[in-house]
């Protein structure tokens, strides 16, 4: 009898646990465009148009919710099998209003909201840039969908595997200089972006200052003085072939390597699969540390 009790007891903690950690509707909140919204209800048809929110409804147990996804949402598996309506910049409206969906999430970047709000869609701007941004839109999404319990536990299971990561480069002996390239104009990447922060984490010293922002576009003159020791996202051939680039130390010693078509997919998307990415990158700039 008291190991019944025992166990009651522990069963109405946990399901006060649950429902003290459950989103309570109507719920109101401040989205990434700075625009108040209110949702009536717990959205049932979804329609993403990040690869990144995608990634995370899934994650935090939602797929079932998503109705419809942009062109370039393909994890995990299941929502390749979903209706592509288009992207941020070329998005398939009626598309998007056939699918009768009762929440749409956009960027902030496309001016998506308007066309859709028009149509009577409920539309949330979720659009993670920063590296803890990662984590805190995790959890807004977690509330929009009433998963809070499930993004919570996500969000600790991502620092815990970044920290596992971040153990062995953090002593390391020696930390290379790094130019990272997202986009051969040459767009790379600043230390407070998420990916910068990444490459901070994997034991590299990024070359591209603050003051130049996230993602900035940078002077290819720039580079040349900076000399980077590694260059991430060129093949060595190309590095070579750009006007003065043959003389610096990466490209001189080897270490300019184009990245993986699975990394940088990775590295791309602010989402639940960050830790993965990073351990990618850290086997790149430290390879000595996984053998």
Known sequence: MKALLTLSISVMTLAAAGAAGATSYPLTLTDDLGRTVTLRAEPQRIVSLLPSDTETLCAIGACSKLVGVDDYSDYPQQVTKLPKVGGLYDPKIEAIVALRPDLVLVSKYGKLEGPLSQAGITVIAVNPETYEEVFTKTLTLGRIVGRETQAKNLVTQMRRDIARVEILTKNAVRKPTA????????????????MGVLLTKAGARNIIPASMGDFPKVDPEFIVKANPQLILGVDRKTAAARPGWSTLAAVKSGQTLDLPGDLGQLLSRPGPRLPQALLGLAKIVHPELFK
């Open 179 to 194: 130019y990272l390239e997202i986009d051969p104009t040459p767009y790379s990447v600043g230390p407070n972006s998420f």
